[in-house]
């Protein structure tokens, strides 16, 4: 017999790796290098990764929903919610929701054209260096949300 509540657990796990171990590399390798690049060169570039991860961080997104809310349902783990001592709980959902809204609203309505139709010249730059610190903000508050759920899961809080 199958069990369910395992392997959602293991999709959450999988899809959590894909998603923020891609945006670990975009972080801390593939920004930094194009901040080396001139303006036309960093354009083409971003666009180009972010056409291919994009899709990619989209379905671990949806998946890691759809295997956490069954996990919720499965191990009957809704009243956690309003209890403070599962604040790792609350800290999942959060940067789930940040990401979520970031990727399938603000990124194709406002930040895709924003990049696409950027000129390459001194404000281009600087969008550069705002794209960096905004992912390395999102990137800490994911690593604190891993480490806080497995911690959580295993009775380490
Ligand atoms: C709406 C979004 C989410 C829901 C409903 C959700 C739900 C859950 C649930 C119910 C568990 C099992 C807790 C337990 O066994 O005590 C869990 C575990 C976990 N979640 Fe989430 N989660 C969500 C988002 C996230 C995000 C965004 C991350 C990563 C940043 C994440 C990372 C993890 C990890 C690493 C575990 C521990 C798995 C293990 O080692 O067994 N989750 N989640």
């Known amino acids: 017999m199958i069990d369910w509540g395992s392997l959602a657990r293991a999709i959450h796990v999988l899809s959590v ?9 975009v972080t801390t390798a593939l920004l930094p290098a194009l901040k080396q690049k001139p303006p036309e060169d960093w354009i083409r570039d971003f666009n180009e990764i972010e ?4 899709p990619q961080a989209k379905v671990a997104v949806l998946l890691v ?11 009957s ?10 604040w790792w709980m609350h800290l999942m959902v959060a940067v789930w929701l940040i ?3 970031l990727l399938f609203i603000v990124e194709p309505l406002t930040i895709r054209n924003t990049i696409r139709e950027q000129q390459p010249n001194e404000a281009s730059r600087r969008l550069l260096a705002r794209i960096i610190w905004m ?14 759920a497995v911690g959580g899961s295993y ?3």
């Open 65 to 75: 929903l759809l295997s956490g809310l069954y996990m919720l349902y499965a191990y």
């Open 51 to 54: 056409r291919r991860f994009a």
């Open 99 to 101: 990401f979520a809204v």
């Open 155 to 157: 009775g380490l809080f």
């Open 77 to 86: 783990l809704w009243n956690r919610f309003v209890d403070a001592r599962f």
């Open 17 to 25: 790796v894909v998603w923020i171990g891609g945006v670990s590399l």
């Open 135 to 148: 992912h390395r903000l999102l990137l800490t508050l994911s690593l604190i949300a891993i480490f806080a």
